[in-house]
């Protein structure tokens, strides 16, 4: 069941010091106020986290709220050379670098509070972007369990960026579009103005197994 999976690596990430349940509660809080200006969002309105802490374990420390709420959905994005990029829009969001690392299926080979395919594919982005994770001003991450969100932003040495603005996958997360959402959400902030850098994450497998890094930035 991938919330007993997903609890395990909770729990690892708890035991190692990068987060607790309260700040997991504190990533759902945010998470959901964040969606109310998201009209994308599946989910909207933050309950506040002293009442999300009350909840009831499903898979502990995991609680119903910790984990995204599946919907249906879709996702398009429009790739376009140069020329076309700069006529459809004033600031086109460029991709500078994608690289995809993937760790063993089984949960119990790895240290699940080591995200090795995640660091890998961060470090390789990095070289071919020219900047890295901790340069970025907005970052969008496929985090469909609360904890994920802090256990990605320790391992791409995320520092003062905005970690899913958009709400994130805790707000909606429709089935095999999340990840592309998060390409899409990252390369709207640059569009909007709102980022000149941007790192987007999908993921995919047991216990964030697969982890793809997308670093985009907008016109010298």
């Not at 309950?47 to 599946?70: F, M, N």
């Not at 993937?102 to 080979?109: C, E, K, L, N, V």
């Not at 256990?151 to 994130?168: Q, W």
């Amino acid at each position: 069941h991938r919330h007993a999976i997903a609890g395990l690596q909770a729990a690892a990430t708890i035991e190692a010091g990068i987060t607790t349940e309260r700040e997991m509660a504190d990533v759902v809080n945010q998470s959901l106020t964040d969606a109310l200006s998201n009209p994308f969002a599946l989910k909207a309105g933050a309950p506040g986290v002293e009442a999300l802490l009350e909840e009831p374990y499903i898979a502990s420390p995991l609680r119903q709220h910790d984990t995204a709420p599946v919907g249906d959905g879709a996702a398009v994005l429009i790739l376009a050379t140069d020329q076309v990029a700069r006529r459809l829009t004033r600031r086109p969001a460029w991709i500078r670098a994608i690289d995809h690392r993937m760790d063993t299926h089984y949960p119990g080979s790895r240290d699940l509070a080591v995200l090795e395919s995640a660091r890998i594919a961060a470090e390789k982005a990095a070289i071919m972007a020219g900047f890295s994770a901790s340069q970025v001003e907005v970052a969008e991450l496929h985090s469909e369990y609360s904890y994920a969100e802090p256990l990605l932003t320790t391992t791409f040495g995320i520092e003062n960026a905005l970690v899913n603005p958009s709400g994130g996958p805790l707000a909606g997360a429709p089935a095999t579009a999340t990840g592309l959402i998060r390409i899409g959400e990252a390369a709207r902030a640059i569009m909007q103005g709102r980022a000149i850098r941007a790192l987007a994450h999908a993921t995919n497998g047991p216990a964030l197994q697969h982890n793809l890094v997308c670093l985009m930035e907008t016109s010298a």
